[in-house]
């Protein structure tokens, strides 16, 4: 472990997800029965800006896809502007915030509100204006990083927020798969072996790329939301051009731009979309473009030497909260080594204080 703290909180994230299955999940629980007897939720908005935004849409994806939960995920401020929808049946809102103080996801519980629709703030500072004002609060038992960038509290906020989707389908009737409980019970385990598996490998794939001008980051579902994350983690701490793209959807046009100097990033788990984004990397690496899966797929190991190797643990179901270590430790090393420093990134701060409206 390094000196930073943006590494320190990386490496912290297996005791996160263990507190938070052990000690927040049964007020998860509580917290959503209240919430059901209240209004019995048929809509689920998820909220956030930034990196919360990010972390929004890989709830919402869970909410939908493993849970049958309607749900949307939307930036805080298309929320102030334009939602809740007239017809939106029984609403509710979960606002994601590491501070609790973020303006537009303040302004967007503040509507709600008014609509009458329940919120539930979601946040590592249950002192703060959001955890005040919503009708319920979570604490999420993941403390605030030192660092400015969100590294532990993006993938706490996702977990916690997952698990209100999942007690909220049980409310309504929905059986949650066995093994979908059981890899959650093990999470921490597997988030353990994928730091200690992993980080050699960022950091050598970091010292491989001096000569890199663009960075482009590729996945499926829910692993999207993640890959935007890991292009943003990149982007805010060593200042370098890089963004994400559905996997499919990078055919439609981006791929134009492929050419030696660009390293491809895709999170390849073992599942239903394997064999078409095994395709498309080897089209990519047709380029003269750097490809680095993010896999524990053998076929894909051996056919591209750069690949970040995750253990077996590494699971279509939780990939996307996994793969976010291997996404920030390249970010960490890669920052580090170009002489910057990932813990305070020029012209950001912890959070957005500006003034938004309806």
């Known amino acids: 472990m390094n000196g930073h703290h943006m590494s320190r909180e990386i490496h912290d994230q297996p005791k996160a997800f263990e507190t938070i299955l052990h000690e927040a999940w049964p007020e998860i629980r509580d917290l959503a029965y209240r919430a059901w007897n209240r209004a019995h939720p048929e809509y689920y908005y998820v909220i956030g800006c930034g990196s919360s935004y990010y972390a929004a849409m890989v709830a919402a994806f869970y909410h939908e896809y493993e849970f049958g939960l309607e749900s949307t995920a939307f930036p805080s401020s298309e929320f102030v502007w334009y939602a809740p929808r007239p017809n939106a049946r029984s609403p509710i809102l979960l606002a994601l915030s590491r501070s609790g103080r ?199 190991m051996a056919s591209h030497p750069d690949s970040i190797h995750m253990p077996d643990s590494f699971s279509s179901q939780f990939a996307p909260i996994l793969s976010m270590i291997p996404m920030q430790m390249f970010a960490y090393y890669y920052t580090t080594r170009k002489g910057l420093n990932p813990d305070r990134p020029r012209n950001l701060t912890r959070y957005v204080a500006t003034e938004i409206s309806p």
């Open 102 to 300: 973020t303006s537009e996801t303040v302004e967007a519980t503040r509507k709600a509100m008014k609509r009458k629709v329940p919120t539930i703030a979601v946040t590592s500072d249950s002192e703060s204006t959001m955890a005040k004002e919503c009708d319920l609060c979570l604490d999420t038992r993941v403390p605030n990083e030192q660092s400015t960038i969100m590294t532990k509290t993006f993938t706490g906020s996702i977990l916690c927020s997952l698990l209100f989707g999942l007690e909220f389908a049980r409310l309504s009737g929905v059986v949650i798969p066995k093994n979908f409980e059981t890899e959650l019970n093990e999470l921490p385990k597997s988030a353990e072996d994928v730091v200690l598996v992993v980080e050699d490998q960022a950091r050598k794939m970091a010292e491989k790329s001096d000569s890199i001008v663009r960075f482009i980051y590729l996945g499926s579902g829910a692993n999207y939301g993640a890959c935007l994350e890991g292009a943003l983690k990149l982007r805010e701490t060593s200042y370098s051009a890089s963004e994400a793209y559905h996997s499919m959807e990078f055919r439609h046009g981006p791929f134009a731009e492929l050419q030696k100097g660009i390293q491809v990033f895709c999170v390849v788990p073992k599942g239903r979309t394997t064999r078409q984004e095994a395709a498309l990397l080897k089209e990519i690496a047709s380029t003269g473009a750097d490809v680095v899966p993010i896999t524990n797929v053998p076929e894909i």
